[in-house]
């Protein structure tokens, strides 16, 4: 038995990952897989790697771009969800701010530098005409943080998906101002190069039983009650959330990796593009 030790975020697109942990799929392919929880998200994640306490890091495609970019020794070895991950710009629940435009100038908690939230506030400033170099941030590690954070007046506004957060909007502890599709598909799962050099065959396997799970995720019996019940949300918004969201079997696309790439150097985010060979690891390449 080999192990691998996986890091992702406590949120229903990972229900693969524990179906196939709980059913002992990675075992009969003869896989130790270790999955810790990573609540504070991808900027956590991007240094779980670097410091090597995880192997592989199911991470949002924005974020593990810029960290490979800035030096992490990791490798994106497949995409996992290729359809858009909608964030929800969300503000205290008994907040005067309205719309988006109220937004402007005030203060975005963010998990950590890095991490998704932070990177789609710049996105979202774009997309909205702000200046991006006027952005002000504050660190919140968490959505515990973040709640206690916008309540304090600490930060005005948080971008976090919009599904997981949606029950904080329905018991008004958020309310949600408005939605900010990433432009590109949302997470990947990225490999450390110790992990790809040490174990390529395991990590292979790895994926070939996860992508036996999610090839027909959506449509395995019940599916939608099974999410709503593990991750506390109501039917009809998992419902939702399933019609919009696609789970990958194939490495992403360049083209992909361009336009993430294009974002980041004109956000001023990374300091030079590089090519998309860098980026990636496909083990079944000749």
Not at 147 to 174: C, S
Not at 199 to 206: A, G, N, T, V, Y
């Amino acid at each position: 038995m080999t192990k691998i030790k996986v890091g992702g975020v406590p949120e229903h697109f990972n229900l693969p990952w524990h179906r196939c942990i709980e059913n002992n799929k990675f075992t009969e392919a003869g896989i130790d897989l270790e999955w810790r929880e990573v609540p504070e998200g991808t900027g956590a994640m991007c240094n779980l790697l670097r410091e090597e306490e995880i192997d592989v890091a199911v991470i949002l495609t924005e974020g593990i771009t810029r960290d490979i970019i800035n030096g992490n020794q990791s490798k994106i070895i497949q995409n996992y969800i290729g359809s858009p991950l909608i964030w929800g710009i969300h503000v205290d629940g008994r907040s005067s701010f309205k719309n988006i435009n109220d937004l402007k100038g005030s203060k975005a908690a963010i998990s950590r530098e890095g991490s998704g939230s932070h990177l789609m506030a710049y996105v979202n400033a774009e997309n909205v005409g702000w200046d991006t170099d006027s952005l002000k941030f504050e660190i919140v590690h968490n959505l515990d943080g973040a709640i206690e954070a916008l309540r304090q007046d600490g930060a005005q506004y948080f971008m976090w998906e919009h599904f997981t957060t949606k029950p904080l909007v329905d018991n008004n502890t958020f309310r949600l101002i408005a939605d900010c599709p990433t432009p590109w598909p949302c997470f990947v799962i990225a490999a450390s190069q110790k992990a790809i050099d040490e174990k390529p065959d395991e990590l292979l396997q790895m994926l070939d039983v996860l992508n036996t799970e999610t090839s027909d995720f959506k449509i395995q019996k019940n599916i939608d009650v099974e999410l709503a019940k593990r991750y506390g949300q109501k039917l009809e918004d998992i419902r939702k959330w399933l019609d919009l969201t696609h789970w990958s079997q194939q490495q992403i696309a360049n083209q992909d990796l361009i336009e993430v790439q294009d974002y980041l150097k004109r956000l001023k985010l990374i300091s030079e593009k590089v090519d998309c060979k860098e980026l990636i690891h496909n083990f079944r390449a000749k």
